[in-house]
């Protein structure tokens, strides 16, 4: 049942087919794994049932904290009879959590499906609690719920909450946005130091309470390819969005920082002087991955939305052949650029019918396919080498110095199986017992 | 509504998974929102299974909820039956669907499918993960047995004798994502083969439903695991009159105890109470003079309630601990738990907090911690040592090598892996005594991270394992330590250090000392042991 989509003939040569079913993706509470990471002063508190609480632990392995910064405020029987009693656990929740960590100064309600289901308003619970604690804590909401949103979805959600209470300045700036790993974007804002962008922010902030201004002096550039909702509000706000591919690998990243670099209007040569011998560099590192996966055929299944800036890098800078790109949900405006890079006719999936696309794994024969972690150990058990793609939001993969690593993550599965392979499933005998 | 950092069980569906997934020939249709399929990673990951859970997720959207959600169902019942073809159907929800109430066991039923299609009610907003293991297969096995229910029971426990056959029995209980049930199962079938008594089925795990079909076949049920198969065997009990063992063999005493309920109830003579002794090391290992030692180590348990009464039971009988603390996570297993702690002089804690676990692990000041693996976090953050003996299942907890619990062999197991981290405890005490002694210079990592030993001039681990151990205690107000009562504390290995300084603190208020000098800590010492 994959349906071809009606494409603008200008824009895109892919091959873009839409497809539903039952899906094996994560939803949007999962990106509370990183972002409580991110925000040491902020708390995520999911409103929802037992299976959001187990969710995120299984996702998390939480148990290597003392106590984490996220939890779970589990509906029962009783709050789902009345909602007035609801709204008064729900405040009675929130303030025993805040007396217990009076270091939080940011606290995230996150909807849920059921909290969604029985149409709790997280919006009036923010309000209220607000007006309680007076400034000492901000209280937001967004909603991380299956029903409404996959995966990486739940940030756009958490930062497109943060985007009405960023201060406002029509400063000239330069604003990240887009969870980042801390080295990672250290060495960005030094890099756009060099090129001769000053003044460079990041939303989500390092700390909750410091949060970026944001006016028509501001230029975003998405770090992330799922933040659609969040930029939607930036530009409301009076910034500018690029469009640029995302820097993953050496050629997005170089085209993202010449896109920042081209708004700042910093001289070409200078830009150049800076990128050139970081690109150099990076060539050298992707060339032993690109020995290992030059010609392998990858199938890419939904999951994260970074399938398509990862499509493109395998591709242009990899040399790998791409035998499906999957992709939870597609906005084509956001994609533009990175749709344009990939070759003539590539199969892009949106939505997941799993049990027919895993059909076309095994009928695709590739040497490596990206997928969660539900699929990973089943597909290998059938020959067939993975990648797991969770690790891909929870490495630092971006920019122009990590392109080496991000190639490394693909080459990895595929040179390990190469070293235990034949060992492990000997054939015959190379080395005869009476010779 | 309950705040909740961290939970011991999954959600009831999950248990049903656990059900489905541990068989072959039943899958489940689960209606359920986009992103419960992260269970699936609890067996591929967790449990390294090679194979999907056979699960088929609804995976309803927030668009669909206006429109015909029943008609989803129905689609994905369809597909998953033609696809899958299994010999039984499990269809059930998860939480969001149940708010929804499209009854999706109904509607399959209405469907005219070839298999037999199990309805499954498990409210998530009331019950768990166990609770919904041991109801999916009691509903399972309930939904496939019903029709051959004679009208009355008129089951002979010994017709093995006149029909010249050994004795046979089901091993019911063991599944996936259980604490090592995989090698628990050899590991009885191993004993039960050794004095002639056959295993016919096994289930859940690695059941299929034919063989659910034949469980009236056994003389005998064995419930391995009450937490999963407790209301399946009762079921067996009162509508075939197969009566069942209820013994959990985990322990030289329980596993004694087992095998003479099981012959018993065969109407066989009893085995030779020496047979433990010839078939374990651990008696003898735990009689021997190197065990002397463990002789009244503290040790704080918590777990499973079917774990946590063996751990019980083990220590305060055969390895000579004193326990310390006992409870568990699970509320359907209290009753015995309370008895269980009740006949050691102590009140068990039935809590699924793990918070409150750990504050009564720190207020007991134990030398040894058996818990899950949540406990052997607290217990590090601790500074105890610690050995897991309950699920929740963590990757390390489905060893590559044979590892049961249960039987002569799960004894030695249990001996090793309970004694291994109390010699490291004294290892560590070692470390702290002589870490002042040039060959420690280096350093040397301790287990324990920095909250053991460390290297010379490194005092650390000491300091860390005060501010945690202690993060309970009152305010000591007036009470002032000497730099002797200091000197004095130090001396004192590092794990029962906490405990020593609030009983020598609450001994200095009781008699309104107010500095404790090492004459204060030796006259606590006398009162607390008198």
Redesign the interface.
């Given at each position: 049942m994959v349906r071809p989509v009606p494409v603008d003939a200008d824009v895109m040569s892919a091959n873009l087919l839409k497809e539903s079913?039952?899906?094996?993706?994560?939803?949007?509470?999962?990106s509370i794994v990183w972002l409580h990471r991110r925000m040491p002063d902020a708390f995520f508190l999911v409103?929802g049932?037992?299976?959001c609480?187990?969710?995120i632990?299984?996702?998390a392995g939480?148990?290597?904290f003392?106590?984490?910064r996220?939890?779970?405020?589990?509906?029962?029987?009783r709050?789902?009879a009345g909602l007035a009693d609801?709204h008064d656990?729900?405040d009675?929740?929130a303030r025993?959590?805040l007396m217990r960590r009076p270091e939080i100064r940011t606290l995230f309600l996150v909807g849920s499906?059921?909290s969604?289901?029985?149409k709790l308003d997280l919006a009036r619970a923010a309000e209220r609690l607000n007006e309680e604690l007076q400034g000492r804590v901000r209280v937001v909401n967004y909603s991380g719920?299956?029903?409404?949103t996959?995966f990486t979805q739940g940030e756009d959600g958490a930062l497109a909450a943060l985007v009405p209470l960023l201060p406002a300045s029509e400063s000239r700036q330069l604003l990240l946005v887009g969870t980042l790993a801390d080295a990672v974007e250290d060495r960005l804002i030094h890099l756009f130091s060099k090129l001769g962008i000053e003044s460079v922010r990041s939303l989500p902030p390092r700390q909750s309470s410091e949060l970026p201004p944001v006016g028509s002096g501001t230029t975003v550039l998405l770090t992330q390819p799922f933040l659609t909702e969040t930029a939607r509000l930036l530009r409301d706000r009076g910034a500018t969005v690029l469009k640029a591919p995302f820097p993953l690998g050496a050629e997005g990243s170089r085209r993202w920082m010449e896109a920042a670099a081209a708004d700042f209007h910093c001289p070409e040569a200078s830009v150049r002087a800076v990128l050139d011998p970081l690109e150099a560099r990076a060539r050298i590192a992707l060339a032993p991955h690109r020995e290992v996966l030059a010609g392998k055929r990858i199938f890419l299944l939904p999951e994260s939305q970074l399938e398509l800036p990862l499509a493109r890098f395998l591709h242009r800078e990899c040399g790998m052949d791409l035998v499906e790109v999957g992709v939870p949900y597609l906005n084509r405006e956001q994609m533009a650029e990175e749709l344009a890079l990939l070759p003539d006719g590539t199969t892009v999936v949106e939505g997941q019918h799993v049990?027919r696309q895993l059909d076309r794994v095994r009928a695709g024969h590739p040497d490596l396919v990206v997928c969660?972690?539900?699929?990973?150990?089943?597909l290998?058990?059938e020959g067939i080498t993975t990648k797991w793609s969770i690790e891909l939001v929870f490495s630092p993969i971006h920019g122009i110095d990590q392109a080496g690593d991000l190639a490394e993550l693909f080459s990895r599965p595929l040179h390990r199986r190469q070293l235990i392979h034949s060992a492990l499933h000997p054939q015959a005998s190379d080395h005869p017992v009476h010779a | 509504m309950e705040l909740t950092l961290w939970t011991y069980e999954g959600p009831p569906h999950v248990g049903a998974m656990r059900i489905a997934a541990s068989m072959h020939g039943v899958h489940y249709v689960l209606h359920a929102p986009q992103g419960d399929t992260y269970a699936d990673l609890l067996f591929t990951m967790i449990e390294r299974r090679g194979q999907r859970p056979p699960v088929t997720y609804t995976t309803f959207q927030a668009r669909d909820l206006g429109g015909d959600t029943a008609e989803l169902v129905k689609r994905h019942v369809q597909e998953a039956a033609d696809r899958f073809q299994p010999d039984a159907l499990l269809v059930g929800e998860s939480c969001t669907a149940e708010l929804i109430q499209d009854q999706p066991g109904a509607l399959a039923q209405g469907m005219g499918l070839p298999m037999p299609v199990v309805t499954l009610e498990l409210p998530a907003y009331s019950k768990k993960e166990n609770w919904g293991a041991s109801e999916t297969f009691y509903q399972l096995m309930r939904g496939l047995l019903k029709q051959s229910v004679p009208p009355q029971p008129s089951h002979d426990v010994q017709a093995w004798k006149h029909e010249g056959r050994r004795p046979r029995v089901n091993l019911l209980g063991p599944s996936l994502l259980g604490f090592r049930c995989r090698d628990d199962v050899l590991e009885v079938q191993r004993l039960l083969s050794l004095h002639g008594i056959d295993v016919g089925v096994v289930a859940p795990l690695g059941a299929g439903v034919e063989d659910i079909l034949r469980l009236p076949q056994a003389d005998l049920n064995v419930c391995l695991y009450p937490e999963v198969a407790e209301s399946s065997c009762s079921w067996l009990e009162r509508n075939f009159g197969i009566p069942f063992s209820k013994t959990v063999p985990i322990g030289m005493g329980a596993t004694h105890d087992f095998l003479v309920e099981v012959h018993a109830l065969l109407g066989m003579t009893p085995p030779e109470a020496a047979e433990g002794y010839q078939r374990s090391r651990m008696p003898w290992y735990s009689e021997s003079v190197d065990s002397t030692y463990l002789t009244g180590k503290r040790v704080f348990i918590f777990g499973d309630g079917t774990h946590a009464i063996a751990a019980a039971r083990i220590c305060s009988e055969e390895l000579g601990f004193t326990v310390v603390g006992l409870g568990s996570y699970s509320r359907e297993m209290a009753r015995p738990v309370r008895a269980a702690a009740k006949k050691l002089g102590l009140e068990a804690l039935i809590c699924d907090d793990y918070l409150a676990v750990e504050a009564a692990m720190a207020e007991a000041a134990p030398e040894l911690v058996l818990g899950t693996q949540m406990e052997r976090h607290s217990a590090k953050r601790l500074g105890i040592p610690c050995a897991v003996i309950s699920t929740p299942m963590h990757v390390q907890d489905v060893p590559a090598r044979l590892s049961p619990q249960m039987g002569w062999e799960g004894a030695n197991v249990i001996f090793d892996a309970w004694v291994h981290p109390l010699m490291m405890g004294l290892e560590e005490h070692l470390i702290g005594m002589f870490r002042h002694d040039f060959e420690f210079v280096d350093g040397h990592q301790s287990h324990l991270g920095h909250a053991g030993g460390a290297g010379a001039g490194n005092n650390h681990g000491t300091e860390s394992v005060r501010a945690s151990g202690c993060q309970d205690e009152a305010p000591s107000g007036q009470l002032i330590w000497t730099a002797d009562g200091e000197a004095e504390l130090k001396k004192i290995p590092f794990f029962v250090r906490g405990k020593v300084r609030r009983n020598a603190e609450s001994y200095a208020r009781t008699v309104g000392c107010k500095e404790i000098s090492s004459e204060t800590l030796y006259d606590a010492k006398a009162h607390y042991k008198a």
């Amino acid at each position: 049942m994959v349906r071809p989509v009606p494409v603008d003939a200008d824009v895109m040569s892919a091959n873009l087919l839409k497809e539903s079913g039952p899906r094996e993706v994560f939803c949007g509470l999962t990106s509370i794994v990183w972002l409580h990471r991110r925000m040491p002063d902020a708390f995520f508190l999911v409103v929802g049932s037992r299976t959001c609480a187990h969710l995120i632990q299984s996702a998390a392995g939480v148990m290597i904290f003392a106590e984490p910064r996220f939890g779970t405020a589990i509906l029962s029987e009783r709050d789902l009879a009345g909602l007035a009693d609801a709204h008064d656990e729900l405040d009675r929740v929130a303030r025993e959590l805040l007396m217990r960590r009076p270091e939080i100064r940011t606290l995230f309600l996150v909807g849920s499906c059921p909290s969604e289901v029985i149409k709790l308003d997280l919006a009036r619970a923010a309000e209220r609690l607000n007006e309680e604690l007076q400034g000492r804590v901000r209280v937001v909401n967004y909603s991380g719920s299956g029903i409404e949103t996959t995966f990486t979805q739940g940030e756009d959600g958490a930062l497109a909450a943060l985007v009405p209470l960023l201060p406002a300045s029509e400063s000239r700036q330069l604003l990240l946005v887009g969870t980042l790993a801390d080295a990672v974007e250290d060495r960005l804002i030094h890099l756009f130091s060099k090129l001769g962008i000053e003044s460079v922010r990041s939303l989500p902030p390092r700390q909750s309470s410091e949060l970026p201004p944001v006016g028509s002096g501001t230029t975003v550039l998405l770090t992330q390819p799922f933040l659609t909702e969040t930029a939607r509000l930036l530009r409301d706000r009076g910034a500018t969005v690029l469009k640029a591919p995302f820097p993953l690998g050496a050629e997005g990243s170089r085209r993202w920082m010449e896109a920042a670099a081209a708004d700042f209007h910093c001289p070409e040569a200078s830009v150049r002087a800076v990128l050139d011998p970081l690109e150099a560099r990076a060539r050298i590192a992707l060339a032993p991955h690109r020995e290992v996966l030059a010609g392998k055929r990858i199938f890419l299944l939904p999951e994260s939305q970074l399938e398509l800036p990862l499509a493109r890098f395998l591709h242009r800078e990899c040399g790998m052949d791409l035998v499906e790109v999957g992709v939870p949900y597609l906005n084509r405006e956001q994609m533009a650029e990175e749709l344009a890079l990939l070759p003539d006719g590539t199969t892009v999936v949106e939505g997941q019918h799993v049990e027919r696309q895993l059909d076309r794994v095994r009928a695709g024969h590739p040497d490596l396919v990206v997928c969660g972690m539900g699929l990973a150990n089943p597909l290998e058990a059938e020959g067939i080498t993975t990648k797991w793609s969770i690790e891909l939001v929870f490495s630092p993969i971006h920019g122009i110095d990590q392109a080496g690593d991000l190639a490394e993550l693909f080459s990895r599965p595929l040179h390990r199986r190469q070293l235990i392979h034949s060992a492990l499933h000997p054939q015959a005998s190379d080395h005869p017992v009476h010779a | 509504m309950e705040l909740t950092l961290w939970t011991y069980e999954g959600p009831p569906h999950v248990g049903a998974m656990r059900i489905a997934a541990s068989m072959h020939g039943v899958h489940y249709v689960l209606h359920a929102p986009q992103g419960d399929t992260y269970a699936d990673l609890l067996f591929t990951m967790i449990e390294r299974r090679g194979q999907r859970p056979p699960v088929t997720y609804t995976t309803f959207q927030a668009r669909d909820l206006g429109g015909d959600t029943a008609e989803l169902v129905k689609r994905h019942v369809q597909e998953a039956a033609d696809r899958f073809q299994p010999d039984a159907l499990l269809v059930g929800e998860s939480c969001t669907a149940e708010l929804i109430q499209d009854q999706p066991g109904a509607l399959a039923q209405g469907m005219g499918l070839p298999m037999p299609v199990v309805t499954l009610e498990l409210p998530a907003y009331s019950k768990k993960e166990n609770w919904g293991a041991s109801e999916t297969f009691y509903q399972l096995m309930r939904g496939l047995l019903k029709q051959s229910v004679p009208p009355q029971p008129s089951h002979d426990v010994q017709a093995w004798k006149h029909e010249g056959r050994r004795p046979r029995v089901n091993l019911l209980g063991p599944s996936l994502l259980g604490f090592r049930c995989r090698d628990d199962v050899l590991e009885v079938q191993r004993l039960l083969s050794l004095h002639g008594i056959d295993v016919g089925v096994v289930a859940p795990l690695g059941a299929g439903v034919e063989d659910i079909l034949r469980l009236p076949q056994a003389d005998l049920n064995v419930c391995l695991y009450p937490e999963v198969a407790e209301s399946s065997c009762s079921w067996l009990e009162r509508n075939f009159g197969i009566p069942f063992s209820k013994t959990v063999p985990i322990g030289m005493g329980a596993t004694h105890d087992f095998l003479v309920e099981v012959h018993a109830l065969l109407g066989m003579t009893p085995p030779e109470a020496a047979e433990g002794y010839q078939r374990s090391r651990m008696p003898w290992y735990s009689e021997s003079v190197d065990s002397t030692y463990l002789t009244g180590k503290r040790v704080f348990i918590f777990g499973d309630g079917t774990h946590a009464i063996a751990a019980a039971r083990i220590c305060s009988e055969e390895l000579g601990f004193t326990v310390v603390g006992l409870g568990s996570y699970s509320r359907e297993m209290a009753r015995p738990v309370r008895a269980a702690a009740k006949k050691l002089g102590l009140e068990a804690l039935i809590c699924d907090d793990y918070l409150a676990v750990e504050a009564a692990m720190a207020e007991a000041a134990p030398e040894l911690v058996l818990g899950t693996q949540m406990e052997r976090h607290s217990a590090k953050r601790l500074g105890i040592p610690c050995a897991v003996i309950s699920t929740p299942m963590h990757v390390q907890d489905v060893p590559a090598r044979l590892s049961p619990q249960m039987g002569w062999e799960g004894a030695n197991v249990i001996f090793d892996a309970w004694v291994h981290p109390l010699m490291m405890g004294l290892e560590e005490h070692l470390i702290g005594m002589f870490r002042h002694d040039f060959e420690f210079v280096d350093g040397h990592q301790s287990h324990l991270g920095h909250a053991g030993g460390a290297g010379a001039g490194n005092n650390h681990g000491t300091e860390s394992v005060r501010a945690s151990g202690c993060q309970d205690e009152a305010p000591s107000g007036q009470l002032i330590w000497t730099a002797d009562g200091e000197a004095e504390l130090k001396k004192i290995p590092f794990f029962v250090r906490g405990k020593v300084r609030r009983n020598a603190e609450s001994y200095a208020r009781t008699v309104g000392c107010k500095e404790i000098s090492s004459e204060t800590l030796y006259d606590a010492k006398a009162h607390y042991k008198a």
